[in-house]
């Protein structure tokens, strides 16, 4: 089966990981046709292992190659291009597009919760965010991806294990 993966947290904050030795790591547990796209942690592999095994195992081997609590979302490729397909809001040159991964759909929905509580906060009207199956839609003007009261939200510290955010277009691509 392919699948994509996406690591959190990597490339930022001290966190280095060499995509020629993710790649490495990955094929070391086993994981075939690994490719990396740019140098955030988005890969795509072939395994017949089914993705509840899979998550484990590869955080497993990433703590341990590279010295740091690992977190990732696997997909199978089909629920990626669903994810992309599902995008809810127009593309508007002025705003990006991003999906939330989440590890579970109450991730999800508590991520959609604290949104509604975030959208009568100042500058809250100039993004939206929407739920979809264990994903979260979220468009943001342009140079505020750190500074919305929705980017608050993600950025607290309960979400950091559970949720990795990645640009629809990177998406796209790695379909």
């Given at each position: 089966m392919d699948y994509a993966m996406f690591l959190r947290g990597i490339n930022v904050s001290g966190v280095r990981v060499p995509m020629p030795e993710l790649r490495d790591c990955l094929a070391d547990v086993g994981l075939d046709?690994?490719?990396?796209?740019?140098?955030t942690g988005n890969v795509t592999f072939s395994s017949a292992e089914q993705p509840r095994a899979l998550?484990?195992?590869?955080?497993?081997?990433l703590t341990s190659t590279f010295g740091y609590e690992a977190h990732v979302q696997v997909l199978p490729r089909a629920e990626l291009a669903a994810v992309v397909a599902g995008y809810p809001f127009p593309a508007e040159p002025d705003h990006h597009r991003y999906a939330i991964l989440c590890a579970t759909d109450q991730v999800a929905a508590d991520l959609v919760d604290l949104a509604q509580t975030a959208a009568h906060e100042p500058g809250g009207d100039r993004e939206r965010v929407a739920a979809g199956t264990s994903v979260v839609y979220w468009s943001c003007p342009k140079g505020s991806t750190l500074s919305t009261p929705f980017s608050k939200v993600l950025g607290q510290r309960r979400f950091r294990a559970t949720t990795t955010n990645r640009n629809l277009n990177t998406l796209e691509k790695m379909l």
């Open positions: 046709d690994v490719r990396t796209y740019l140098q998550r484990p195992m590869i955080e497993e081997a």
